[in-house]
């Protein structure tokens, strides 16, 4: 069986990004836009500039596109105004007096995904304030990592997310479902994906003996609620 030519530009396209990224350890945004360009050359190398200007204009065009976009700039947003400290710090007053730290890392992971859709910022966001705490309450740094790592792919789980636009985007897909229906079962599924996470902190909790964060780390519910208790407004967007 033959590969068609579109497999094979996308299979040189992922090799490409994963070798330039983790051999040569470049910029990750450097390594697609240079892949990019690699996959247009498969349309002919005197057509280049057309094929790369071309695919960039009807990418633009596309409904997905603009979601892709708008959950990038909300994830942005949420870590320069320290939206996403805030509710970290909501989600330890309540969670913070079980033992391992994790259990914020997880819900969080899933509030932050509700908005940003990805989940390299929702690695970089929650795990520099949550990663530290673990490490502080007695987890073993690359099992702090590990744990962060999988909680962060709850950024692509909780719908409304980037990964639902995309599927809506697929013709197949948005001529068999609403996005309604799309939204409830990613919802399921991300809600199922959420308990496991916690079941697997709730497993290596008593593996490795991790007591709770240390109180200094943790303030009244009132008091963080007082303080960002005005960024839970965000999620009535959401709604």
């Known amino acids: 069986m033959e590969i068609g030519i579109g497999i094979l530009a996308f299979l040189v396209y992922i090799i490409f990004v994963m070798a ?8 990750i945004a450097e390594a697609m836009l240079l892949g ?8 002919g190398v005197g057509t280049l500039p ?3 200007a071309a695919s960039l204009t009807k990418a633009l065009k596309q409904d997905v596109m603009a979601a892709i976009i ?9 870590t320069q105004t320290g939206i996403i400290t805030r509710l970290v710090n909501i989600l330890n007053s309540i969670l913070g007096r079980f033992r391992g730290a994790a259990y914020v890392s997880a819900c969080a992971s899933a509030m932050f995904g509700m908005v940003s859709g990805a989940s390299s910022a929702n690695a970089a966001t929650v795990g520099s304030i949550t990663i ?4 502080e309450s007695g987890w073993p740094k690359e099992v702090a990592a590990t744990m962060n790592t999988g909680n ?4 692509i789980c909780i719908p409304p997310s980037s990964s639902m636009f995309l599927m809506l985007g697929l013709p197949v897909v948005a001529g068999a479902v609403t996005a309604g229906d799309l939204y409830i079962a990613l919802m399921c599924g991300g809600l199922w994906t959420l308990a496991y996470r ?9 593996r490795y003996k991790i007591p709770a964060v240390p109180k200094d780390k943790i303030v009244s519910l009132g008091t ?4 960002g208790g005005s960024s839970l407004t965000m999620f009535l967007g959401i709604l």
């Not at 708008?70 to 947003?77: C, D, E, G, N, R």
């Open 152 to 155: 962060a792919g709850l950024g």
């Open 70 to 78: 708008l959950f990038t700039v909300m994830a942005s947003i949420m």
């Open 50 to 52: 057309q094929t790369f």
């Open 224 to 227: 963080a609620v007082k303080n």
């Open 198 to 206: 916690l079941l697997l902190t709730r497993y290596y909790v008593g």
């Open 132 to 135: 530290p705490w673990m490490t």
């Open 36 to 43: 990019l360009i690699i996959v247009c050359a498969f349309n």
């Open 20 to 27: 330039w990224y983790l051999l040569l350890k470049r910029s």
